[in-house]
């Protein structure tokens, strides 16, 4: 069965703008705790793979999941589905993350895919308090599946886990990556407001939120995300305020960048010959040819 030919992008959408600013983002400032890439058929779904939480039982757990993002995102959210057993959640069951986990229409465009992925790690630490959903199991149960987890395989063919890779290879790999580039991870922050809910416990809505019409607030929400990541720190300072993290031990896998980079060349090569269709001489001409104007106008009215 052939493979289907990667759809060509259309980097001047809005939509197609602000995710490939996240993938840019992503990889520009890993996290060492989760990846995320985008299939390479489909910009709009992504899979993911975390590091459990620490101090908790899912601490040595690599789990394994997909992000669907809709036609009118950011200004409608993102939903994820775990793969990987953990205890904690449904496997396949879609999670929404909103202000009141009931109503999406809540959603902040301001957030994004890292601020989701970071708002889930830390949910799987609560507790599940009879939440359709939420799994209820012991401490040892989850512990089991979190060291099973490790040799877990996406069966879906995603660049993830691209040749029957499994989880503790992926991961291993990413880590390898990021102490490469320097990276200090002193945990991430989850916006206080920010909620998990399932989609088939969600209300009804009365219609889709529209989209604004205002073209440069469209824009301006496909350029403007929350980032979560702070600003690089110099190698060995450490934040009093936040705990350090400990990094899993790097193991061989592959490089899972490759996604993200060739969709961002693309979208460049894009806007490059865009820009190329426009002399510079033609742009001087036309500023030469108003100047001579307003001195001419200038002339007659003074004259």
């Not at 909103?98 to 889930?120: D, K």
């Not at 936040?242 to 806007?271: F, I, N, S």
């Amino acid at each position: 069965m052939p493979t289907p030919a990667t759809p060509k992008i259309n980097s001047k959408s809005p939509t197609i703008r602000r995710i490939l600013k996240e993938a840019q983002e992503l990889t520009n400032h890993p996290s060492p705790f989760f990846l995320a890439s985008p299939l390479e058929t489909d910009l709009f779904e992504w899979h993911f793979t975390l590091l459990g939480p620490p101090s908790s039982p899912y601490e040595n757990g690599l789990y394994h999941g997909r992000i669907n993002l809709p036609p009118s995102y950011p200004l409608r959210p993102p939903s994820f589905r775990f793969l990987t057993p953990s205890g904690r959640f449904e496997v396949n069951r879609e999670i929404c993350l909103s202000i009141s986990g009931h109503h999406e229409e809540t959603w902040q465009p301001a957030w994004g895919i890292r601020t989701a992925l970071v708002a889930l790690r830390s949910f799987m630490e609560t507790d599940v308090k009879g939440q359709l959903g939420g799994l209820e199991a012991g401490s040892e149960v989850r512990r089991r599946l979190a060291g099973e987890s490790r040799g877990w395989v996406c069966g879906v063919g995603c660049s993830i886990g691209q040749g029957g890779r499994r989880n503790e290879e992926v991961m291993g790999e990413h880590v390898k990556m990021c102490r490469e580039m320097g990276v200090v991870e002193q945990g991430e922050k989850v916006p206080e407001e920010l909620k998990m809910g399932w989609r088939d416990e969600m209300g009804e809505k009365g219609k889709e939120k529209e989209t604004e019409s205002d073209g440069e607030e469209t824009a301006r929400l496909a350029e403007g995300f929350v980032q979560t990541v702070a600003a690089p720190a110099p190698l060995g300072t450490v934040d009093n305020e936040r705990p350090v993290e400990r990094v899993p031990t790097p193991h061989p896998g592959v490089d899972v960048r490759g996604v993200q980079q060739r969709l961002l060349a693309e979208a460049r090569r894009g806007d490059t010959s865009q820009d190329e269709g426009v002399p510079v001489w033609l742009d001087r001409l036309i500023i030469a040819v108003a100047v001579l104007l307003i001195a001419a106008v200038a002339r007659v009215m003074l004259g």
